[in-house]
């Protein structure tokens, strides 16, 4: 009886270890900070695509299925795996090892509460409308403020020192010129050109100045167009 009791228990107790954590087990209040994490990556807007592409409607979305996202890994795309309560758990424990050779740099989350509290979050903020009314990405203690970065969401309302007016090109430095007079040089490594083609990216000629390092001495310079970069930047000394 004292053997069958032991068997039983080890049993209950495998099951209870081996059993897929579910939104429902957690607390969405927690889940929301912990987004804070994955903001820098991912919008909850639709279409909004960023590193990542948008967690919008994310449930029973096929993996690799958003239209609008155009970075799919061939691993991603290939997967088959349709995003659930249980996938996604798997997804969250161990990214590598639910689809191999997937490009998300992100390690996992092995501790199951923290996962269900994400869960919880992101199953009721990625339902159609539910999307929470400000990127979480600019809370303090999200991944952009670990990495020093401003989060700006839209790059046409700027301050006249976060547009740049002119960009000069001499030997190994950019001389930068903000809208506000002020001039600035960078080492031609710690200055970044990106673009944003969306609806809040930077309007043509005025492009936007983020900052982008950890010890301020990095900066991102976003244009309008990819055609701007090259127009934009004057060389001389």
């Known amino acids: 009886m004292a053997r069958f009791v032991m068997s039983a228990l080890a049993t209950f107790a495998t099951v209870t270890l081996m059993h897929p954590v579910h939104a429902a087990d957690g607390d969405p209040v927690r889940g929301q900070r912990a987004f804070g994490a994955c903001a820098a990556c991912h919008s909850l807007e639709p279409n909004r695509n960023m590193t ?3 967690l919008s409607e994310l449930w029973n979305r096929k993996a690799g299925g958003l239209s609008t996202f155009m970075r799919y890994s061939p691993a991603m795309k290939s997967a088959g795996i349709v995003w659930d309560d249980k996938t996604l758990d798997e997804w969250l424990k161990d990214p590598q090892h639910v689809i191999p050779g997937n490009q998300m740099t992100f390690p996992g989350i092995k501790e199951p509460q923290p996962r269900a509290d994400l869960l919880a979050f992101l199953k009721e903020a990625t339902r159609p409308g539910h999307a929470p ?13 670990m990495m020093g970065s401003v989060a700006v969401s839209n790059l046409k309302k700027l301050d006249p020192g976060d547009r740049v007016r002119s960009i000069a090109y001499c030997r190994d ?37 983020l900052r982008a390092g950890m010890l301020g001495d990095r900066n991102s310079v976003i244009f309008a167009t990819p055609e701007e970069i090259s127009s934009f930047i004057s060389r001389g000394c």
């Open 133 to 145: 009314p400000s990127q979480l990405a600019q809370q303090p203690g999200g991944m952009m403020g």
């Open 173 to 209: 430095s950019y001389e930068v010129t903000t809208a506000d007079g002020r001039t600035r040089d960078f080492w031609e490594r710690n200055l970044r050109f990106k673009t944003d083609s969306s609806d809040e990216g930077p309007e043509k000629g005025a492009p936007a100045m």
């Open 52 to 54: 990542g592409p948008s």
